[in-house]
């Protein structure tokens, strides 16, 4: 409920503020301009072919990111040595600007789907690596030496043992990737794309489209703000037992 009125307030203030500096349309447009750009691009053009483009490669890179975070962060525990081979290459690419990794992918892996979706596992792998391998390392030792008297196997004791009790963190880590999951998408489909949000961003910005432009912007934020809640209200449900749920319950809430 707060999240609507927020929004209302938001855009009585954007319209105000248009009539009393007197803004030119073509700069900056009122919402309800917006609001038939939207409709226009919904039912005239083909809007609705480059929403689930985006949405592909968002949500295909980020469980990538994820399975293969949870992944690594479970080896380096397990054998610190392919830690110590690994972390200095983890750490290079993570540092490097992700729009200068874009063009290479294009290069490498054309202008489909794919160097986005790789694009996207590589900016939410580093946060959920992170926040999975400080999980693990800070179980407590008795629940170590409880999986040894029970006798149980390398995956029982990941499956029922640390998977679980590293929920908590590996969320956090999620809502982190969740934001960067939708500008490393749109980072790759503004370097070259035949389809997508981000590439009706890049067309906006060639024809002087300010409209299209703020509508394509709109759209990601509110398949980011989806994603993030998505995963507010796993976290809710699966947590329900943990502290960390009672701020989760609230934004759900909220929102």
Not at 4 to 25: E, G, K, R
Not at 56 to 62: D, K, L, N, P, R
Not at 90 to 104: E, G, M, N
């Amino acid at each position: 409920m707060r999240a609507i009125i927020s929004l209302v307030i938001f855009l009585a203030l954007w319209s105000l503020a248009l009539v009393v500096f007197n803004v030119p349309s073509y700069l900056v447009p009122s919402p309800w301009q917006l609001l038939e750009k939207t409709w226009f691009l919904l039912t005239k053009a083909s809007l609705l072919s480059h929403i689930p483009v985006t949405v592909f490669e968002i949500v295909a890179g980020f469980a990538i990111g994820i399975v293969l975070g949870i992944a690594a962060a479970v080896l380096f525990v397990r054998y610190p040595i392919v830690e110590n081979l690994l972390n200095p290459l983890i750490v290079f690419v993570q540092t490097a600007p992700k729009i200068a990794i874009a063009p290479l992918l294009l290069l490498w892996l054309g202008l489909g789907v794919t160097p986005k979706i790789v694009l996207v596992a590589i900016v939410t792998f580093f946060p959920i690596l992170s926040n999975m391998l400080s999980s693990l390392r800070s179980l407590p030792p008795q629940l170590q030496e409880f999986a040894t008297i029970l006798k149980l196997s390398t995956f029982q004791r990941i499956w029922r043992i640390e998977l679980p009790q590293s929920l908590p963190m590996l969320f956090s880590g999620m809502k982190v990737g969740a934001t960067l999951a939708v500008t490393a998408a749109v980072i790759g489909e503004l370097m070259g794309a035949k389809a997508g949000l981000g590439y009706l961003l890049s067309l906006g910005q060639e024809t002087s489209d300010v409209s299209l432009v703020l509508v394509s912007v709109f759209i990601l934020s509110i398949i980011g703000y989806l994603l993030y809640l998505a995963i507010v209200i796993a976290e809710r449900r699966m947590l329900s037992w943990h502290d960390s749920t009672n701020d989760a319950y609230q934004l759900s809430a909220e929102g």
